[in-house]
């Protein structure tokens, strides 16, 4: 039922949301030159796949977990998009092709050893990672793996489609503050 939820979603998001999406992809041009961001991350069974986002960092930014980025890497435009969190609105396009869920465990990079096996010990690659979930509304990172795998587990064990909408509703409300970065 989730899967049929997530698929229509994001097809009535993108289509709703083209213009923004037009409007963020021309200023990001302006901005960095290149407006969109693909890393390669963590998905379900631990299977790779290519997260789309808007650009926040310049460019030469070292491929590491927000929380070991440094703010100054962030641009001007790139923090008005993590406060508002329109950078994650590309990733509806992996919630179309099956990739994610809008609600789930945020996937991270294969460099977050620690966070990789505190997920694993607790079966967390079970399930499509997701745009947003408890975690984030609760503003808990991947600064601390072992809560992170904790709160992801809840998560997931008491998933329910009114929890989905309410994880959901509460993002597009302001909660969760999106991914700490270093204050350098």
Same mark, same amino acid.
């Given at each position: 039922?989730?899967?049929?939820?997530?698929?229509?979603?994001?097809?009535?998001?993108?289509?709703?949301?083209?213009?923004?999406?037009? =409007?963020?992809?021309?200023?990001?041009?302006?901005?960095?030159?290149?407006?969109?961001?693909?890393? /390669?991350?963590?998905?379900?069974?631990?299977?790779?796949?290519?997260?789309?986002?808007?650009?926040?960092?310049?460019?030469?930014?070292?491929?590491?977990?927000?929380?070991?980025?440094?703010?100054?890497? =962030?641009?001007?435009?790139?923090?008005?998009?993590?406060?508002?969190?329109?950078?994650?609105?590309?990733?509806?396009?992996?919630?179309?092709?099956?990739?994610?869920?809008?609600?789930?465990?945020?996937?991270?990079?294969?460099?977050?050893?620690?966070?990789?096996?505190?997920?694993?010990?607790?079966?967390?690659?079970?399930?499509?990672?997701?745009?947003?979930?408890?975690?984030?509304?609760?503003?808990?990172?991947?600064?601390?793996?072992?809560?992170?795998?904790?709160?992801?587990?809840?998560?997931?064990?008491?998933?329910?489609? /009114?929890?989905?909408?309410?994880?959901?509703?509460?993002?597009?409300?302001?909660?969760? /503050?999106?991914?700490?970065?270093?204050?350098?």
């Amino acid at each position: 039922m989730i899967r049929i939820v997530d698929f229509f979603a994001a097809l009535i998001g993108l289509a709703l949301l083209w213009p923004v999406l037009l =409007i963020v992809t021309l200023v990001g041009f302006f901005d960095t030159g290149s407006p969109i961001f693909i890393q /390669k991350r963590v998905g379900r069974n631990k299977k790779s796949f290519s997260l789309v986002k808007f650009r926040t960092m310049a460019i030469e930014t070292e491929s590491v977990a927000s929380h070991l980025a440094s703010n100054r890497s =962030i641009t001007k435009f790139g923090k008005f998009l993590r406060r508002t969190k329109i950078d994650e609105l590309p990733q509806l396009l992996n919630v179309l092709l099956g990739q994610m869920s809008l609600v789930g465990p945020r996937p991270n990079l294969y460099n977050q050893k620690e966070l990789i096996e505190e997920r694993s010990k607790l079966k967390v690659y079970e399930v499509l990672p997701g745009i947003t979930g408890l975690a984030q509304i609760n503003n808990i990172d991947m600064s601390t793996p072992e809560l992170l795998a904790k709160t992801d587990k809840e998560m997931i064990d008491s998933l329910s489609l /009114k929890n989905y909408f309410t994880y959901v509703l509460k993002t597009i409300a302001g909660s969760g /503050k999106g991914d700490a970065v270093l204050k350098k």
